[in-house]
């Protein structure tokens, strides 16, 4: 890897996040049917960092759970022979809630079909709203988030990082550029 370079800082993400927050109480009114569903792992963080934010706008707590689409992947074969399962942690009922799906990064829009397949295993939600911190482009799938972070417009030889302090110790956003690849050809 060559070209490491920060896009966003621990403000920026402060900020980001806390944008989310509001903008998910102001879309729905509130949040007395709305749930937090964070995609294992950085989504996950994302999600509870969501929920504490909500309970200091809105005074209330937001159920949340957290989703592990592994067994869900179309690429299941290419993780390898031995793919990490941790479990989906979800102890309340998603039928006929609004649910908020929370991801660090969009880019194909694959990890997000695949965590629309699983909450429709689980039950039948009255709405499925979108939220990711980063959106870096280059759709495989119509997937569109209602709530996004910030937009970080990327080549496909780039890498988008999310570094969280409850993973990593430090909140960050780096961008990548793959060795032995260039730019040539790629539309922006």
Do not use: W
Not at 57 to 75: A, H, K, N, S
Not at 91 to 115: E, H, N, P, Q, Y
């Amino acid at each position: 890897m060559k070209g490491l370079k920060k896009v966003v800082d621990e403000e920026q993400i402060r900020r980001a996040i806390m944008r989310i927050s509001h903008e998910i109480v102001e879309r729905n009114k509130g949040v007395d049917n709305v749930v937090l569903i964070g995609i294992r792992t950085g989504g996950a963080f994302l999600s509870a960092r969501i929920q504490n934010n909500i309970k200091l706008i809105e005074e209330q707590d937001v159920p949340m759970g957290i989703l592990d689409i592994t067994l869900y992947r179309d690429d299941l074969r290419e993780v390898g022979p031995q793919p990490e399962f941790r479990g989906t942690e979800i102890d309340f009922d998603i039928t006929g809630k609004i649910v908020v799906l929370i991801d660090d990064v969009l880019f194909s829009g694959r990890t997000i079909r695949c965590a629309l397949d699983h909450l429709i295993d689980l039950g039948r939600p009255k709405a499925i709203q979108l939220a990711v911190l980063i959106d870096r482009g280059h759709r495989e799938l119509p997937i569109r988030a209602d709530y996004v972070g910030k937009n970080i417009p990327s080549h496909m030889n780039e890498e988008i990082i999310v570094r969280l302090l409850e993973d990593t110790g430090k909140d960050e956003v780096l961008i990548i550029r793959k060795n032995g690849e260039d730019d040539e050809g790629e539309e922006e």
